[in-house]
T-cell receptor, first 115, second 114 residues
Framework: KAGVTQTPRYLIKTRGQQVTLSCSPI?????VSWYQQTPGQGLQFLFE???????NKGNFPGRFSGRQFSNSRSEMNVSTLELGDSALYLC??????????????FGPGTRLTVL | AQSVTQLGSHVSVSEGALVLLRCNYS??????LFWYVQYPNQGLQLLLK??????LVKGINGFEAEFKKSETSFHLTKPSAHMSDAAEYFC????????????FGTGTKLQVIP
């Protein structure tokens, strides 16, 4: 099976712009979670989608949004970019959900740089 | 509420020496505990996880971790470090009941010195 793929791998934007990141989960996985990774902060949970519904949400401002399509592919959007949004954005998929004892399968991430 | 604390953002060991990465957790209900590894320019990969039962958990690449409820710890060990173990390691906690989030620690970068 192909792993989790994320596009693009690298992105450079300027403050005030918006950006859309894409994630394709492993075939058959219905849950997709998004994380922001920054040095010293580890992974901060953004949100989880399951069967096109947002099931859980982290403590991020409303500028961060996401959606999931019927084929389980997911997109994450950040509007009005700020310098502090520079980070590695990781997508993870799992068959039934991110919580409990379930293993998550991570993509390689999208490195976003905001200038 | 749940949280994870990883002691030491950077750990250096000599090749062949014991690897010990520390993780303490906080959870109001019985936890599920995970260790993930991240190699440069890659996503995270599961090393091992504790659910229930045996408190000593063996994972891939010779790593193991022991769940100690009384100490709320889940430290990761490997008897002999290899150069290929150089990576960043993340401890994570989750719990049962509803749609629970997974909470990750801030990570420990392991350097292996030849």
């Amino acid at each position: 099976k192909a792993g989790v793929t994320q596009t693009p791998r690298y992105l450079i934007k300027t403050r005030g712009q918006q950006v859309t990141l894409s994630c394709s989960p492993i075939s058959g996985h219905r849950s997709v979670s998004w994380y922001q990774q920054t040095p010293g902060q580890g992974l901060q949970f953004l949100f989880e989608y399951f069967s096109e519904t947002q099931r859980n949400k982290g403590n991020f401002p409303g500028r961060f949004s996401g959606r999931q399509f019927s084929n389980s592919r997911s997109e994450m959007n950040v509007s009005t970019l700020e310098l502090g949004d520079s980070a590695l954005y990781l997508c993870a998929s799992s068959p039934t959900g991110a919580g409990a004892s379930n293993e998550q399968f991570f993509g390689p991430g999208t490195r976003l740089t905001v200038l | 509420a749940q949280s994870v604390t990883q002691l030491g953002s950077h750990v250096s060991v000599s090749e062949g020496a014991l690897v010990l990465l520390r993780c303490n957790y906080s959870s109001s209900v019985p936890p599920y505990l995970f260790w993930y590894v991240q190699y440069p320019n890659q996503g995270l990969q599961l090393l091992l996880k504790y659910t229930t039962g045996a408190t000593l958990v063996k994972g891939i690449n010779g790593f193991e971790a022991e769940f100690k409820k009384s100490e709320t710890s889940f430290h990761l060990t490997k008897p002999s470090a290899h150069m290929s173990d150089a990576a960043e390691y993340f401890c994570a906690v989750s719990s049962s009941g509803g749609y629970q989030k997974v909470t990750f620690g801030t990570g420990t970068k392991l350097q292996v010195i030849p």
